[in-house]
């Protein structure tokens, strides 16, 4: 890419990073006749399509050396690393291993299998021996492996039947005796046992779980807004919690972060025992279901009657027949498989960035869809939803230009031969990488993190937190229709890859449902979420949080007054200058309707008036400068408290670089104990970096084993966050966790309430899927 872009004439440069969408078929086409004539671009496209340069594709030598690794750490008993080595063996083993005597991917499951089952994972060792299976169905150690995992798991009858199998596909008199001897061994196990532990499931756990279904509740449309173009809005008065719309994606593609960690379709975190591409090492799946769906290959045959082996009674045939079925249907998916025409070995996919690899999968989606492999004139229609072309930065636009040339080329060569590279088709394509950029959601995962103290010998002395983690972006054509708002009434989250969205606040008929896009008031204050929505949406935010001077905007950065009984916010600059553009100019200008002059937020209890008691109250402006009190109108030297500040933030800086590698020494948490002690004396009880603070000193605490003191300095962090975003909002939910877990050190009752009232936060936001999406402690009770 760098080298293409630095050859660009500048002139052309030039034209493109001016252009608006009404230039694009001219700039797209004068690039387009510039690369043609350019070497540099073939030889590109060529390392991008070329099957002989893949490094994505299958290679049977990466494979069995791979697969010699493994089972030197098997035989070393690191079967953790026996399996991960047996699981990369896996993407590069070819489906059909020509001139070997066993197929290689059905021997790389049984030695897989193997290790799972000294590892206690009885279950993915049931589901790798039935993927052996269905690949060489005649394979007697596969069966015998399986008989094994069938007894562990209780399943004696199975288990018999197993190693009948076994016994008659099994050529060797030492195997024949093996077998015999394990045969024995589970009979007695079967007469002592005479209820089964365990009923079997031949599904094993290869099927992807689904979660019980809740109907829509609310009824919601989409309309034109006189403001923000298109939006959501009730038609009805909905309560809090009411699910109000599920969707699944237009297209969808994993971050390139998770592509290890991961499941490349549903996004589910992989299982031990992840499945591979058919056709190439690029993706893992967490079932063989999620492989063929996103695939569109079906894993394996059913072998016909009496294909199986010589003279096998028809008993054994019936019984292979059953227990093969179970992952090799043949049944078609309606779904237009997502990565088949990335699957060929050649690595754009996985070099070209991910929103312009979704992209190509919207592409093809269109083409399939249109059963035209050359029709995509009307591809900007596809997903008609507003684009920020005109508002890109020069650079991202030259940018686009190139991923988007190259990306027709790369679908050209391994997709549709016939497809057109023009200039009016790349500057379709442009449009639609304009479009993904600010209409794709990142789906996330709420990811436990435990932070685990010397003292842990038992598992017990650790703080538990939860984060979002992005780990796919995904088009969804209605649920682009929600607009954003920094005070959302809506939440989004994703089971799986389906879009769901549930009310967290009862709106009435005719409101409009808003979602977050990310910046919140009390994460980041007025100017960090108008910079941020400016920059990722092109659009200055004038939702209620942005629109009215409210009580944690004041908070978040403000300076403690030089009074000792006096509460008010003294601001820096910055901040003043937000505050004027809410109450100056509109309490001063008496021309403006009384209802156009609420623009200080109703909080009651006298919130803003406290902090702000000359500006709001006595509308007193004199005192609206920077380092003045609001409230009392005090002087604060704001360079003396910066500067002590800035000395604070190298300690604290000290202490959180010792909470990641588990290393807090005496001198450094004392010294952050003085520190926070600054920082209340210098800022105002309310500014978030208190909070920040006190949650470091309650994991370094806990970390030291003195998880009372934790709690302490836990709940004052917790204290401040209900102050910046309410006492219902899903960050507090979060931080009970970490509160709850430190309360279960000590075995303290707290921490049953705890755990019921971030329970109740969290089913405002997930409703009847909050126990799926958090551990049983805190998702049910």
């Given at each position: 890419?760098?080298?293409l872009?630095s050859?660009?004439?500048?002139?052309l440069?030039?034209?493109i990073?001016?252009?608006?969408?009404d230039?694009?078929p001219a700039?797209?086409?004068?690039?387009l006749?510039?690369f043609?004539?350019?070497?540099l671009?073939?030889?590109?496209?060529?390392?991008l399509?070329?099957p002989?340069n893949?490094?994505?594709?299958k290679?049977?030598n990466a494979?069995s050396?791979?697969?010699?690794?493994?089972?030197?750490?098997f035989?070393k008993?690191?079967?953790?690393?026996?399996i991960?080595?047996?699981?990369?063996?896996f993407?590069?083993?070819?489906?059909?291993s020509?001139?070997m005597e066993?197929n290689l991917?059905?021997?790389?499951?049984?030695?897989?299998a193997?290790a799972l089952h000294?590892?206690?994972h009885?279950l993915?060792?049931l589901?790798?021996?039935g993927?052996?299976?269905?690949i060489?169905?005649?394979?007697?150690?596969?069966w015998?492996r399986?008989c094994?995992?069938?007894?562990?798991l209780g399943n004696y009858?199975?288990?018999?039947?197993?190693?009948?199998?076994?016994l008659?596909?099994?050529v060797?008199?030492?195997?024949k005796?093996?077998?015999e001897s394990?045969?024995?061994?589970i009979?007695?196990r079967q007469?002592?046992?005479?209820?089964s532990?365990?009923?079997?499931n031949k599904?094993?756990?290869d099927?992807?779980t689904y979660?019980?279904?809740e109907?829509?509740?609310?009824?919601?449309?989409?309309v034109?807004l006189?403001?923000?173009?298109?939006g959501?809005?009730?038609c009805?008065?909905?309560?809090?919690g009411t699910?109000v719309?599920?969707e699944?994606?237009?297209?969808?593609i994993?971050l390139k972060?998770?592509?290890e960690?991961?499941?490349h379709f549903c996004f589910?975190?992989?299982?031990v025992?992840?499945?591979p591409?058919?056709s190439?090492?690029?993706p893992?799946?967490?079932?063989?279901?999620?492989?063929?769906?996103?695939?569109?290959?079906?894993?394996?045959k059913?072998?016909?009657k009496?294909?199986f082996?010589?003279?096998?009674?028809?008993?054994?045939e019936?019984y292979i027949s059953?227990c093969?079925?179970?992952?090799?249907?043949?049944q078609?998916?309606e779904?237009?498989p997502?990565?088949?025409?990335?699957?060929?070995?050649a690595?754009?996919?996985?070099i070209?960035p991910?929103d312009?690899?979704?992209?190509?999968?919207?592409?093809?989606?269109f083409?399939?869809?249109q059963?035209n492999?050359?029709?995509?004139?009307?591809?900007?229609?596809?997903l008609d939803l507003?684009?920020?072309?005109?508002h890109l930065?020069?650079?991202?636009k030259?940018e686009?230009h190139i991923?988007?040339?190259?990306l027709?080329?790369c679908l050209?060569?391994?997709y549709a031969p016939?497809?057109?590279?023009?200039?009016a088709?790349?500057?379709q394509?442009?449009?639609l990488?304009?479009?993904?950029r600010?209409n794709a959601m990142?789906i996330?995962r709420?990811?436990?993190?435990?932070?685990?103290g010397?003292s842990d010998?038992?598992?017990?002395?650790?703080?538990?937190?939860?984060e979002?983690?992005?780990?796919?972006q995904?088009?969804y054509l209605?649920?682009?229709?929600?607009?954003?708002?920094c005070?959302?009434?809506s939440?989004a989250?994703?089971?799986?890859?389906?879009?769901h969205v549930?009310?967290?606040d009862s709106?009435?008929?005719?409101?409009?449902?808003?979602i977050?896009?990310g910046p919140?008031?009390?994460q980041?204050d007025?100017?960090?979420?108008?910079k941020?929505?400016?920059?990722?949406?092109s659009f200055s935010?004038?939702?209620?949080?942005?629109s009215q001077?409210?009580?944690s905007?004041?908070y978040?950065?403000?300076y403690?007054?030089?009074?000792?009984?006096?509460d008010?916010?003294?601001l820096?600059?910055t901040l003043?200058?937000?505050?004027?553009q809410?109450?100056?100019?509109?309490?001063?200008?008496?021309?403006i309707?009384?209802t156009?002059?609420?623009?200080?937020?109703?909080?009651?209890?006298?919130g803003i008036?406290?902090?702000a008691?000359?500006v709001?109250?006595?509308q007193?402006?004199?005192y609206?400068?920077p380092g003045?009190?609001l409230?009392c109108?005090?002087?604060?030297?704001?360079?003396?408290?910066?500067?002590?500040i800035s000395?604070?933030?190298n300690c604290?800086?000290?202490?959180?670089?010792?909470?990641?590698?588990?290393d807090?020494?005496?001198?450094?948490?004392?010294?952050?104990?003085m520190?926070?002690?600054?920082?209340?004396?210098t800022?105002h009880?309310?500014?978030k970096?208190?909070s920040?603070?006190e949650?470091?000193?309650?994991?370094a605490?806990c970390?030291?084993?003195e998880?009372?003191?934790a709690?302490?300095h836990c709940?004052l962090?917790?204290?401040i966050?209900?102050?910046?975003?309410?006492?219902?909002h899903?960050?507090?939910g979060n931080?009970?966790?970490?509160?709850?877990?430190?309360?279960?050190?000590?075995r303290?009752?707290?921490?049953e309430?705890?755990?019921?009232r971030?329970?109740e936060?969290?089913?405002?936001?997930f409703?009847s899927?909050?126990?799926?999406i958090?551990?049983c402690g805190?998702?049910c009770?």
């Amino acid at each position: 890419m760098e080298k293409l872009k630095s050859v660009v004439p500048s002139a052309l440069r030039q034209q493109i990073t001016k252009s608006g969408p009404d230039d694009l078929p001219a700039t797209c086409s004068s690039l387009l006749h510039f690369f043609s004539h350019l070497p540099l671009f073939y030889q590109v496209v060529k390392e991008l399509t070329d099957p002989e340069n893949a490094l994505c594709r299958k290679d049977s030598n990466a494979a069995s050396e791979l697969k010699l690794r493994g089972n030197e750490s098997f035989s070393k008993g690191d079967y953790r690393k026996a399996i991960h080595f047996y699981t990369q063996a896996f993407r590069f083993a070819p489906s059909n291993s020509d001139g070997m005597e066993k197929n290689l991917v059905a021997v790389l499951y049984v030695n897989r299998a193997s290790a799972l089952h000294n590892m206690g994972h009885f279950l993915e060792c049931l589901d790798d021996c039935g993927r052996a299976l269905a690949i060489s169905p005649t394979y007697a150690k596969a069966w015998f492996r399986r008989c094994k995992a069938n007894a562990s798991l209780g399943n004696y009858e199975e288990a018999i039947q197993d190693l009948k199998v076994s016994l008659e596909l099994e050529v060797s008199l030492s195997g024949k005796r093996q077998i015999e001897s394990e045969l024995g061994i589970i009979l007695d196990r079967q007469k002592l046992m005479h209820s089964s532990l365990y009923k079997s499931n031949k599904n094993g756990s290869d099927a992807r779980t689904y979660v019980t279904d809740e109907p829509i509740q609310g009824n919601v449309q989409c309309v034109s807004l006189s403001t923000k173009g298109r939006g959501i809005v009730s038609c009805a008065n909905i309560h809090l919690g009411t699910l109000v719309h599920k969707e699944d994606p237009y297209a969808a593609i994993i971050l390139k972060t998770c592509r290890e960690t991961n499941c490349h379709f549903c996004f589910n975190e992989l299982p031990v025992h992840a499945v591979p591409c058919e056709s190439c090492s690029i993706p893992l799946y967490c079932s063989s279901q999620c492989q063929l769906v996103s695939g569109g290959k079906v894993f394996g045959k059913i072998p016909r009657k009496s294909g199986f082996h010589k003279d096998l009674p028809d008993e054994i045939e019936k019984y292979i027949s059953e227990c093969i079925s179970v992952g090799n249907s043949d049944q078609c998916t309606e779904n237009i498989p997502e990565h088949r025409h990335e699957c060929e070995g050649a690595h754009w996919p996985s070099i070209l960035p991910s929103d312009v690899v979704l992209a190509g999968r919207i592409i093809v989606k269109f083409i399939e869809q249109q059963k035209n492999s050359g029709c995509v004139s009307n591809l900007q229609a596809v997903l008609d939803l507003c684009h920020n072309y005109a508002h890109l930065p020069p650079d991202t636009k030259l940018e686009m230009h190139i991923y988007s040339i190259m990306l027709l080329n790369c679908l050209q060569k391994n997709y549709a031969p016939k497809l057109p590279v023009t200039g009016a088709i790349i500057s379709q394509v442009v449009i639609l990488l304009s479009q993904i950029r600010v209409n794709a959601m990142a789906i996330v995962r709420m990811k436990s993190f435990d932070k685990r103290g010397p003292s842990d010998e038992h598992g017990n002395d650790f703080t538990s937190t939860l984060e979002q983690v992005k780990v796919g972006q995904a088009i969804y054509l209605l649920g682009s229709m929600f607009n954003h708002s920094c005070r959302p009434n809506s939440h989004a989250y994703f089971l799986s890859r389906t879009l769901h969205v549930r009310i967290t606040d009862s709106v009435s008929v005719g409101s409009e449902l808003e979602i977050s896009y990310g910046p919140q008031v009390g994460q980041w204050d007025h100017k960090d979420r108008q910079k941020i929505l400016r920059d990722n949406y092109s659009f200055s935010c004038q939702c209620s949080g942005c629109s009215q001077l409210n009580l944690s905007d004041l908070y978040i950065n403000a300076y403690k007054c030089a009074k000792p009984d006096c509460d008010g916010a003294v601001l820096d600059s910055t901040l003043t200058s937000y505050v004027k553009q809410k109450v100056d100019p509109i309490f001063g200008d008496p021309a403006i309707p009384y209802t156009q002059k609420q623009k200080v937020e109703n909080t009651g209890n006298n919130g803003i008036v406290g902090l702000a008691h000359y500006v709001v109250d006595k509308q007193d402006f004199n005192y609206l400068n920077p380092g003045h009190c609001l409230n009392c109108g005090s002087y604060c030297d704001l360079e003396s408290a910066s500067a002590a500040i800035s000395k604070a933030e190298n300690c604290i800086r000290r202490l959180q670089d010792a909470i990641s590698i588990n290393d807090i020494q005496a001198e450094s948490l004392s010294n952050a104990l003085m520190v926070s002690n600054i920082l209340r004396s210098t800022l105002h009880p309310c500014n978030k970096r208190i909070s920040e603070v006190e949650d470091n000193i309650a994991q370094a605490m806990c970390l030291v084993g003195e998880p009372q003191a934790a709690i302490d300095h836990c709940k004052l962090s917790i204290k401040i966050l209900e102050k910046l975003y309410g006492s219902n909002h899903i960050v507090i939910g979060n931080e009970l966790v970490k509160l709850r877990s430190i309360q279960m050190q000590l075995r303290d009752c707290n921490a049953e309430i705890t755990t019921k009232r971030a329970h109740e936060i969290f089913l405002r936001y997930f409703g009847s899927h909050t126990g799926v999406i958090f551990p049983c402690g805190i998702g049910c009770t």
